[in-house]
């Protein structure tokens, strides 16, 4: 094959690397991603040795020039590679082949925004490759903003599409990473489940044809989150191979991997091509959402962690990297809509008496809010309901020692509302069809500046005249009836510029209130990305708050997000969502997993009961810190019952074991603990000292309890 390397452009990290290599033709190849190589190895063997295979295309007439064999970079429609392409445009004349050769190269050591998407930053070393591809005949570009974030071992990538032609273009795919791997030897790893229990992890092995995930429900999903893996068959949590990718997006997205006749592997993830097409004007740019993706030959565990210490250092606001979450109670499940002044503030009172921080008043304080049916949109407090003004509520919960929050749901309206008679036309809907509704409610269309305008401007008002420190904020239905009345002859552009919409408004809330932590919500876990997370530091992780059905939903989101970003509340038993009976103990120590709350009726309680919440409170108080910030492990139970993790910082490690089935005639086991210093010492609450190695091969002892659920925690300080 006529296809020699002239060019080799690499980035690294610490102990990374990607290297690219500029065939003499212009295409742009992969020509290694991995563990890092020694200074100047120079690659160009990876694509010299690849042998001819039958019935495929040559290219540029060159024999036996086959760009379907080789490790495209971001490659084009059936040019003459019949692959899944990385993107694809149409032109004015039907025409839909593209051809990108190689322009030009620089490095820069920093990292530019992505104008009107979220983005990545970093205070430590970044290096960024921009790669420049130009089609001869259009003039189109393709930029490739590839950055390397050197202390942490990830890297970035996002694209810019230049329309330098001299018609309007329609881009129809555009996905931000393409990775072509030389073998099928690999499984798949995706995070899928529902409403109540998403964050399943499902893991599958390649085969030939197409396998992945996907959400076209205009937002990210319940069922589906924007997160994929390739792991070897050995892999497993504390060794073996794993390429990782997350997309710092909210909508609409596909994640796909592709095994080609000839056993190589495409990885593809993106903005989804179902119901999509962005006109682009000349001298109009398009920038695609920005992907993480990482490499490591350690484990799963390990790229937990590199994903958890990336986004916290990297992602999330600053003003909330490193800052304690407050213990919160939400009075959702504890009244619903049926409340009163006397109500919350003595839900208040008693909440001030157990060491919580923050009372959060969720739906219903609003418009006529009694009921699903009426009022969204109408963000007015409800003073008749409330017994006061908003501020005069809040101050009372001042008074006694708490600080306020406040439930919001700013992207939908109800049929019954002011807003809604007002302005019909700001719905998502299709003229002159009925819109469905879902859950009594219409999606409003952000699309439209004016409706992200009074979104801004609502939200705006009610955190300037009142002291909230704290805001949820929900989404209760997905889009349907994709349509709009304002985006006449560009419906296709309606899901990625309602996200675009959101973003906007998001940046304005957070700049204006930057120390106003938001809680994303959409109906649970059904918008939990790290779009989402790059304005709202934490996220609701499901409506069930069942501590059982927790734990996987749980273990799922920390596989890539930090600990400190899920919400995770302690609620009555029998449990509203599945009605299981679990003690106060291990509704807990679930919780303790992410940022503590309670959400349950704490005027009904026994004494007992609010004893041991006070001394649940303190003991997270005391150990907030770790817990909330502690780099986080999974610990293999070898029990399908079970489930443990564990938390480490400096000077202790904290350990959570739960088994959900007791067993008969069984004697106490012993739970073994990954991925400690060997000779490090380590001592219990009980004065017991252990070494690493006597962790790592023996074990803490587990204690056998007879009652429903198995709940303990270790608490071990380190010495030398």
């Not at 004015?92 to 983005?119: C, H, M, T, V, W």
């Not at 790669?131 to 005949?137: F, G, T």
């Not at 699903?372 to 008074?399: A, R, V």
């Not at 074990?699 to 925690?713: C, H, N, S």
Request: aromatic share 10%.
């Amino acid at each position: 094959m006529d296809c020699k390397v002239i060019k080799q452009l690499e980035l690294r990290t610490k102990s990374k690397q990607i290297s690219l290599g500029v065939l003499e033709s212009g295409h742009v190849c992969l020509l290694y991603f991995g563990d890092r190589l020694a200074e100047k190895t120079e690659l160009s063997y990876v694509i010299r040795d690849i042998q001819r295979a039958s019935y495929l295309s040559d290219t540029d007439g060159e024999r036996d020039f086959r760009l379907e064999q080789l490790p495209i970079w971001y490659p084009a429609f059936g040019n003459p590679d019949l692959r899944e392409p990385a993107f694809q445009i149409e032109y004015e004349n039907g025409s839909r082949i593209s051809d990108f050769r190689f322009y030009k190269a620089n490095y820069r050591n920093q990292k530019s925004k992505i104008p009107g998407l979220p983005s990545t930053f970093s205070e430590k070393a970044v290096t960024t490759l921009e790669i420049i591809l130009k089609d001869a005949l259009t003039e189109n570009r393709l930029h490739f903003f590839l950055s390397a974030f050197e202390e942490y071992d990830m890297f970035t990538q996002s694209i810019q599409i230049v329309n330098d032609s001299r018609e309007t273009i329609k881009m129809t795919k555009a996905t931000s990473l393409s990775l072509d791997l030389l073998d099928d030897r690999f499984e798949m790893l995706t995070l899928v489940g529902a409403w109540g229990r998403e964050m399943q992890l499902r893991r599958t092995r390649l085969q030939q044809g197409f396998q992945g995930v996907d959400s076209k429900r205009g937002a990210s999903g319940h069922g589906q989150n924007p997160f994929i893996a390739l792991v070897r068959p050995e892999t497993d949590d504390y060794q073996g191979e794993v390429i990782a990718a997350n997309l710092v997006y909210s909508g609409n997205f596909i994640a796909e991997a592709i095994v080609d006749m000839h056993q190589n592997t495409r990885l593809q993830m993106g903005l989804h091509s179902f119901d999509f097409q962005w006109d682009l004007a000349p001298k109009e740019s398009f920038y695609t959402p920005e992907i993480v993706f990482t490499h490591t030959n350690q484990g799963v565990n390990k790229m937990t962690q590199l994903f958890q210490h990336f986004y916290l250092d990297c992602l999330i606001n600053p003003n909330f990297t490193k800052k304690a979450r407050p213990v919160l109670l939400n009075n959702w499940e504890a009244t619903y809509f049926n409340f009163n002044r006397q109500k919350l503030l003595a839900l208040g009172r008693e909440a001030t008496k157990l060491g919580i921080e923050l009372f959060v008043l969720d739906d219903g304080w609003f418009g006529e809010r009694n009921s699903i049916e009426t009022s969204i949109g109408d963000w007015q407090p409800n003073e008749k309901k409330l017994g006061s003004n908003l501020q005069l509520l809040i101050q009372e919960f001042l008074d006694i020692g708490l600080d306020f929050g406040l439930w919001i749901e700013p992207e939908m309206v109800s049929p019954k509302s002011q807003l809604f008679t007002e302005h019909p036309e700001w719905i998502i809907q299709v003229e002159n069809r009925k819109p469905q509704l879902s859950r009594t409610q219409y999606v409003l269309d952000l699309s439209q500046p004016a409706v992200q305008d009074f979104i801004i401007q609502t939200i705006k008002k009610i955190l300037s005249e009142n002291r909230i420190r704290y805001l949820k904020w929900d989404m209760n239905r997905n889009i349907t009836d994709s349509g709009s009345t304002y985006l006449v002859g560009h419906q296709k552009e309606l899901g990625h510029r309602y996200i675009l919409g959101l973003y906007r408004i998001l940046s304005e809330i957070t700049t204006a209130f930057p120390d106003v932590l938001i809680e994303s919500c959409a109906g649970g876990g059904g918008r939990f990305d790290p779009g989402m997370l790059a304005y709202t530091p934490q996220i609701w992780i499901s409506d069930d708050t069942d501590a059982v059905q927790r734990l996987s939903i749980q273990q799922g989101a920390a596989l890539i997000y930090p600990n400190v970003c899920i919400g995770c509340h302690v609620s009555a038993v029998p449990n509203h969502q599945v009605g299981r009976m679990t003690s106060l103990h291990t509704r807990g120590v679930v919780a303790f997993q992410g940022n503590l709350g309670y959400e349950l009726d704490l005027t009904t309680l026994e004494e007992t009961e609010k004893q041991q919440i006070a001394q649940q409170i303190e003991h997270y108080k005391r150990n907030r810190q770790l817990l909330q910030f502690g780099k986080y492990s999974r610990v293999n139970t070898f029990d399908e019952n079970a489930t443990a993790w564990m938390k480490e910082d400096e000077q202790h490690l904290w350990v959570s074991y739960v088994s959900v089935l007791a067993k008969p005639n069984t004697v106490p086991k012993r739970l073994k603990l990954p991925l400690l210093v060997p000779e490090q010492r380590y001592m219990d609450e009980q004065g017991n000292d252990y070494s690493g190695t006597e962790l790592m091969t023996i074990g803490l002892p587990i204690p056998q309890v007879k009652e429903d659920f198995i709940a303990t925690e270790w608490r071990l300080s380190k010495s030398n």
